[in-house]
Nanobody, 118 residues
Framework: QVQLVESGGGLVQAGGSLRLSCAAS????????MGWFRQAPGKEREFVAT????????YIADSVKGRFIISRDNAKNTVYLQMNSLKPEDTAAYYC???????????WGQGTQVTVSS
């Protein structure tokens, strides 16, 4: 089991920036990739970004490409989501998730709320 704890959410004005953090602990040796997802009220959970456990490979959703950056600190087992030029439509609960080798995202954090005011 992998435990994930997100932090860094909050209220920001449109055009502002936030950095989310996700600290992983537990059976991290089984993790192949980490991802960020978000869910706005009344909408389905949406993929945002993913990064391999080594940090060598990243993928960003088109909806946030050019504004969001995913990175990781191997020494701290922490993944970050740098969010720039935030828009009101980025308002959502953001979740960190871990994917095991050959599997799906099956470990999830508790979520952190991001609210962007216009």
């Amino acid at each position: 089991q992998v435990q994930l704890v997100e932090s860094g959410g909050g209220l920001v004005q449109a055009g502002g920036s936030l950095r989310l953090s996700c600290a992983a602990s537990g059976r991290t040796f089984s993790v192949s990739a980490m991802g960020w997802f978000r869910q706005a009220p009344g909408k389905e959970r949406e993929f945002v970004a993913t990064i391999s456990w080594s940090g060598s490979t990243t993928y960003i959703a088109d909806s946030v490409k050019g504004r969001f950056i995913i990175s990781r600190d191997n020494a701290k087992n922490t993944v970050y989501l740098q969010m720039n030029s935030l828009k009101p439509e980025d308002t959502a609960a953001y979740y960190c998730a871990a994917r095991r080798t050959g599997g799906s995202y099956d470990s999830w954090g508790q979520g952190t709320q991001v609210t962007v005011s216009s």
